[in-house]
């Protein structure tokens, strides 16, 4: 059988919103931990619920144990990207799992860099702190970012689940991070409503990690149009963790028509069973023309945090 290649493996892009540890494919997990069968993975990664993909993270999380399984992680996704085009890349590391683990993120950051610095393309890195573990966690997880910041960490953000940690929290540590120089982003408006977007652009957040719940307010549409603040949408994300019914219901199109930019992104590739030019091909199937993806294309460059230095 002729193996269909798509059109949009070919485009040049950029990957704004990936998760390193999310991008773990089954054999690069089982390289890590050859005790791993193909039936655990596979049962690991489905999910019937936000909750269960959080645990199935946790999961995956727990088998990256050195600087260099790390490494290898950041060496198989690289090579990922480089295969469909992907020029240049934002990878987010959960540093603030890291850190929670007890776990040397000098010697893991000093193994990403290394790695980064020979990729088939440009990578920056995001750091990320667990919404849950509150202000002082996050404040730790910012002070590392800004202590790399001339190393290739371009940004700050929150994950996890938006319920157990609002927004308001990091207020202060968002404020600092600023003053440092890193840019700001937030998951938000993902499994919670459109009060928690609002939340991260209070407290300074210049792109909004899915942002899905802004098409049910209006007035927030408006504000992410006029103030030209990009949702990184994540299809495949948000069908498997369940928070939109199916693609079909997927409110894209509407985020999209109503003018606000837009970016599309894989999130955690190898847990949804996705890659960046697949995310094209399903938006392509909610009616965007290749015109409107080319320019959605061309935005992940034009939002992008851009390198440190
Ligand atoms: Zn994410």
């Known amino acids: 059988m002729a193996v269909m290649v798509s059109e949009y493996a070919q485009w040049p892009k950029a990957e704004l919103h990936v998760h390193l540890e999310g991008s773990l494919e089954p054999a690069t997990l089982r390289e890590l931990d050859p005790s791993l069968s ?58 603030g799992v890291v850190l929670w683990r007890g776990q040397d993120l000098d010697a893991i950051f000093a193994a990403l860099e290394e790695e980064s610095r020979r990729a088939p393309l440009q990578v920056v890195w995001i750091f990320d702190a667990v919404r849950q573990f509150g202000a002082e966690h996050a404040r730790a997880v910012a002070a590392y970012a800004a202590r790399y910041r001339a190393r290739g960490v371009a940004g700050f953000g929150i994950g996890g689940y938006e319920e157990e940690g609002p927004a308001e929290l990091f207020e202060d540590v968002y404020a600092w991070a600023r003053a440092q120089g890193l840019r700001l982003t937030a998951h938000a408006g993902e499994t919670a409503g459109p009060e928690s977007v609002w939340a991260a652009l209070r407290i ?39 928070v939109v019914a199916s693609l079909e219901q997927h409110p894209l199109r509407r985020l999209f028509q109503a003018g606000v930019p837009i970016v599309l992104s894989t999130d955690d590739p190898a847990m949804f069973h996705t890659s960046l030019a697949r995310e094209y091909e399903l938006a392509e199937r909610l009616g965007f023309s290749r015109q409107e993806l080319k320019r959605i294309a061309e935005n992940a460059f034009r939002y992008a945090f851009g390198a440190p230095h």
């Open 38 to 95: 193909e039936n655990e993975i596979t049962s690991r990664y489905r999910y019937d619920g936000f909750l269960a993909f959080l645990q199935s993270f946790k999961w995956v999380v727990e088998r990256l144990r050195r600087p260099e399984d790390y490494a290898l992680a950041a060496r198989r996704l690289f090579e990922r990207l480089a295969a469909e085009n992907v020029r240049y890349a934002e990878v987010t590391l959960s540093a």
């Open 204 to 242: 300074g957040a210049e792109r909004i990690g899915h942002g899905i719940a802004s098409a049910r307010d209006p007035e927030l549409l408006a504000w992410l149009r006029d103030r030209d603040v990009p949702l990184e949408i994540c299809l495949s994300s948000n069908v498997a963790t369940g």
